[in-house]
Every structure is written in structure tokens, then in C-alpha cells.
């Protein structure tokens, strides 16, 4: 079905899901927004061997004094490898056309365009790491044993909510960006990041609960030098030469309403 930037968006409500203009449910189960900067990165979970990094998109409404943005791209480090998941730009959104690009240690991964098809990382991977299409185009689960899932979507942003929210979407940029749900297998309990600190033994979350609008600041904190550098002031990653000293922590297992089973809070409890 041809359409001019239409779409809905699921699997938006639960702990681990990073959607819209950015929208974070952290692992303490509260919602939170992080708006960033438009054409900018930051660090989303930074942990001894493992840092996401995000690139944002957005738009700038005179009105007001923040960008209107979106995570158009990551960047997942572990081990010494590095997988990249973004949305391309899109003007007419089609969701039977493929707008999802994933690369693995830079190579693009070019997988069949059907739900189920599948990529393997090889005997040179340190942790066995799978890509798999969730839907025939634009959705994928992304694994990497012992560490990680997951879920990422590409979707656009729609006139309704252009409307709604005075976005701004113009024929040429339908400002394609992605909907992920994150679970995490183990963290440390020094990890950190946008969505990384809220896994924390013990944080305690600094927005106010009761806004409309809950707020989470930190950009100095989290602004990395590009989407490739895991180099945010709250980095944590060392890679696969860490010490393994810090303390893990280890997340119950759920079973999780969207079909993603496993242990980490991705559900919530």
C-alpha cells in the first residue's frame, strides 16, 4: 500500500523501548523523554563491553526552543565488533519497501526480503551475533549472545501526527527513524547511558513523574564526537579487554506480550 508518510507504531509501551521523539522507558519502569539535538549522537548504553550509541534527526520549530527529533541510526559495540541499524531517508512512504540498512563490522548485511530470513555471524565472532527480519520489510531482531536483543523497526513520521504535534513533515522527508525495544542479558553495575543508568541497582530516576512532559537532561553527559566514537563523558566501554571486574547484574527472566522471551526487563514486573 503506497501512502504519503503513513504508518503506526507498536511495541512502544514497554520498560527498554526507545520510539518517537525519543520516548525511553527506562528498566525502573519509568517513561521519560530525551530530546538531544538534531544531526547529533549520543550514547544510549554504555557498559564495560557493551556501548549503543544513537544518531538523532529532527526537525526545528521556530516556537519553541528545542529540536523536534528522532533516532534515525545505532551503533552497537561489544567485543572488538560493531553493528550499525538505521532508517534511509524516505520521501513517499511504502511499508512493502525496505527503507532498513545493517552493516557488521562495516559490511552490509543484504538479507532477503522475508519475514524469517536470517544472517549468522561466523567463527571470527567473540559472541555469536544473528540478524533476523521480524516482517518482509523494515523490522529486524538483532542478538548477540549473553548480551543482548533487539527489536528495531523503521517507521515514518505520519501527517496525523505532523499535524497533531506542528512537525513540519514535507513531501521530500518523511523523516523515517526507528522504533526499538531493547533486552539487556547482563549489565554492570556501573553501566550508563540514556536508557543504560535506569538498569542501575539502586538509581533512582531524576525526572519529575508528575510532568506531563518528563524530561530527562544529561546532553553534555552523553554527546559522543560521532556516531562511531563510544567516547560520551559517561563511557564505560573498554571491549573485550576489560577486566570483568565490575559487579554484574543479572535480570530475571520474563516473558515478554510483544513475543520477545528471555531474560531482562522488557516487561514489566
Not at 523501548?17 to 544510549?44: E, N, S, W
Not at 542478538?143 to 515514518?156: D, H, M, T, Y
Request: hydrophobic share 35%; glycine share 10%; with cysteine.
Amino acid at each position: 500500500m503506497l501512502s504519503v508518510c503513513t504508518s503506526s507504531m507498536t511495541g512502544c509501551d514497554k520498560p527498554g523501548a526507545v520510539c518517537q521523539d525519543p520516548r525511553f522507558i527506562g528498566g525502573d519502569g519509568i517513561t521519560f523523554y530525551f530530546h538531544g539535538k538534531k544531526d547529533r549522537d549520543f550514547c544510549l548504553v554504555s557498559d564495560e563491553n557493551l556501548h549503543i550509541n544513537a544518531h538523532f534527526i529532527g526537525k526545528r520549530n521556530p516556537k519553541m526552543t528545542r529540536d523536534f527529533t528522532w533516532v534515525q541510526s545505532i551503533a552497537i559495540f561489544f567485543d572488538s565488533h560493531r553493528i550499525t541499524v538505521g532508517a534511509l531517508k524516505t520521501t513517499t512512504w511504502d511499508d512493502s519497501v525496505d527503507r532498513l540498512f545493517v552493516t557488521f563490522d562495516g559490511e552490509p548485511l543484504l538479507l532477503p526480503e522475508r519475514q524469517g530470513a536470517s544472517w549468522e555471524s561466523g567463527a571470527t565472532a567473540t559472541s555469536r551475533t544473528s540478524v533476523t527480519r521480524s516482517a518482509d520489510a523494515n523490522s529486524v531482531v538483532v542478538e548477540v549472545e549473553g548480551k543482548l536483543r533487539i527489536a528495531a523497526r523503521v517507521v515514518p513520521i505520519t501527517q496525523e501526527d505532523s499535524r497533531i504535534h506542528n512537525y513540519g513533515v514535507t513531501s521530500s522527508d518523511c523523516l523515517a527513524h526507528l522504533d526499538l525495544g531493547f533486552r539487556f542479558d547482563s549489565l554492570s553495575g556501573v553501566v550508563n547511558g540514556v536508557l543504560g543508568q535506569t538498569y542501575r541497582a539502586g538509581y533512582v530516576s531524576p525526572v519529575s513523574v508528575s510532568a506531563k512532559m518528563a524530561v530527562m537532561g544529561g546532553e553534555r553527559e552523553f554527546e559522543t564526537s560521532s556516531l562511531y566514537a563510544p567516547d560520551c563523558k559517561a563511557a564505560r566501554f573498554v571491549g573485550s579487554g576489560g577486566s570483568g571486574a565490575a559487579e554484574r547484574v543479572f535480570l530475571p527472566s520474563l516473558k515478554c506480550e510483544s513475543g520477545i522471551e528471555g531474560r531482562g526487563v522488557v516487561c514489566k514486573r
